[in-house]
């Protein structure tokens, strides 16, 4: 029997949709089911597959923890959209394992694949992912060094679907991953660290660590291992 791993993506961004789609397919090794969280279907052009589906409407004003928190916060009605809408634990509730994919993140196509293994041994595992990275500047390709002072990082990681905080904080716009991260370790459960799964994009359109505000002194390797196809695939202005 195949493993099916929920992959949870969060997007305002419709000009990122066919890159975050190739980090999704590439995964080997498991099969995948996607829950995207983005703006009305219609207005942010995504085209829905049979294994995807729209899990909360995803408004231009609102954070991540909007979306994910108790839905108060959302004008346009958290919940008449989709049924599955009550947060993380609801969304993947079907699924043994999940993992987050930011719509501008490089995943390897194996990280799905060697954190569920290392999962299926040791049933006492709850996340298998990596704790240092690089920012790779999509202008030039070079890269920026970081190790994540919180052990883990949170959208180059995979999940057991157990112990897991229900939601994000609704009352967070910015780093409500690292919320939800620090409250799932509060838990302190058992994670394993492998190497070299996830990569940041830099570029005019983030979030935190914008394109104009870090350095880029590590040179081009980290950035070679985003092959070329997946390069014509970041939007440019």
Same mark, same amino acid.
């Given at each position: 029997? !195949? %493993? ?25 090794? &498991? /099969?995948?089911?996607?829950?995207? =969280?983005?703006?009305?279907?219609? /207005? ?8 995807? +589906? +729209? ?7 609102? !954070? ?7 839905? !108060? ?7 008449? /959209? ?8 609801? *969304? ?10 930011? =719509?501008?993140?490089?995943?390897? $196509? =194996?990280?799905?694949?060697?954190? *569920?293994?290392? $999962? ?22 070079? !890269? ?7 052990? %883990?990082?949170?959208?180059?990681? &995979?999940?057991? @679907? ?11 716009? *910015? ?16 994670? %394993? ?11 005019? #359109? @983030?979030?935190? @660590? #914008? ?5 880029? /002194? =590590?040179?081009? +390797?980290?950035?070679?291992? %985003? ?11």
């Amino acid at each position: 029997m !195949s %493993i099916v791993v929920a992959c949870l993506v969060c997007t305002n961004r419709p000009e990122w949709e066919p890159f975050w789609r190739h980090q999704i397919a590439k995964q080997r090794g &498991v /099969e995948t089911v996607t829950f995207v =969280d983005a703006r009305p279907a219609k /207005e942010a052009n995504i085209a829905m597959k049979r294994t995807e +589906l +729209l899990w909360k409407v995803f408004n231009t004003e609102m !954070s991540c923890g909007d979306c994910h928190g108790d839905g !108060s916060n959302n004008p346009h009605g958290i919940g008449t /959209e989709c049924q599955a809408c009550d947060g993380i634990g609801t *969304v993947t509730s079907a699924f043994d394992y999940f993992a987050f994919f930011d =719509d501008d993140d490089w995943s390897d $196509m =194996d990280r799905l694949a060697i954190g *569920v293994a290392y $999962m299926q041994r040791d049933p006492n595992i709850f996340a298998v992912g990596s704790r240092d990275s690089h920012f790779v500047n999509v202008r030039t390709r070079e !890269s920026r060094y970081y190790e994540a002072p919180e052990g %883990i990082i949170f959208n180059g990681a &995979v999940f057991r @679907n157990r112990k897991i905080p229900p939601s994000f904080n609704a009352a967070l716009t *910015v780093g409500e991953d690292t919320a939800w991260l620090q409250a799932w370790q509060a838990n302190k459960p058992t994670y %394993i660290i492998t190497p070299g799964q996830h990569l940041w994009l830099s570029h005019e #359109r @983030n979030t935190t @660590n #914008r394109i104009t505000e870090h350095a880029f /002194e =590590d040179g081009q +390797l980290a950035g070679k291992r %985003i092959s070329e196809e997946e390069w014509s695939l970041i939007p440019h202005p």
